[in-house]
């Protein structure tokens, strides 16, 4: 096993949840984090952000190698479509972070 591998694997093995915050929007990411932080629930979690998120999310648009990572984003992995959702007044920005985004723990 390389050694991206084994930190990938080594990551997996100790959280309950990975959130990954993408771009730099820091008030949406600052309503996701507040809501997974909330929603964890004595399972532990990990946030990451900037290069290593959109690393990850790389990785994990080729291999889907964990259920334990969440993506706080309204746009990516490409082809998701949350913000139409959100611009055409279907659904709040708190509905998408804690229903669809959050929706799985």
């Known amino acids: 096993m390389d050694s991206v591998s084994e ?7 100790i959280f309950d949840f990975i959130l990954l915050l993408l771009h730099s929007d820091t008030s949406l990411h600052k309503k996701i984090y507040s ?14 952000t900037g290069a290593q998120a959109d690393q990850l999310l790389n990785v994990y648009s080729l291999y889907a190698f964990t259920d334990k990572l969440i993506v706080g984003s309204f746009d990516l992995p490409h082809g998701r479509k949350l913000r ?11 509905q998408l972070i804690h229903d669809v985004i959050l929706g799985a723990m």
């Not at 930190?7 to 093995?13: A, E, P």
């Not at 809501?35 to 990451?48: D, P």
């Not at 139409?84 to 708190?94: F, P, Q, R, S, V």
């Open 7 to 13: 930190h990938l694997s080594n990551i997996v093995n």
């Open 35 to 48: 809501a997974f932080t909330a929603k964890l629930n004595g399972r532990t979690g990990l946030a990451v």
């Open 84 to 94: 139409n959702l959100l611009d055409c007044g279907i659904a709040t920005e708190e």
